[in-house]
């Protein structure tokens, strides 16, 4: 009984702290793929919606490839300037609030 009530409770332990990772970052994606012309900067504070970074467009442009998807704090990018990138590859990772 006593082995059962420890594992128990090592589950709950366990399940509260993925609970709590979960809130605290985002992992941010791209939407489109390319070579990328510019990424924010780790340590911006960013609301919903703010673009993490861009890539080169067919026009001659940049197209936004990456938006946050929630209010926070840029902790890390994954992609630097001049990197081509595929749609759906890790961005940044943002710290919620």
């Known amino acids: 009984m006593n082995k059962k009530m420890v594992a128990a409770a090592a589950f709950v332990v366990l399940a509260a702290g993925l609970l709590f990772l979960d809130n605290v970052s985002e992992f941010q994606r791209a939407a489109i793929g390319g070579e990328v012309t510019w990424v924010i900067t780790p340590g911006t504070r960013v609301e919903e919606g703010s673009a993490l970074m861009r890539v080169a ?13 929630a209010r926070g704090v840029v902790r890390e990018t994954a992609v630097a300037v001049g990197e081509q990138v595929k749609k759906g590859a890790l961005v940044a990772k943002i710290r919620k609030e």
Do not use: C, D, I, P
């Not at 467009?57 to 998807?69: F, P, Q, T």
């Open 57 to 69: 467009a067919l026009s001659g442009g940049e197209a936004v490839a990456a938006r946050a998807n």
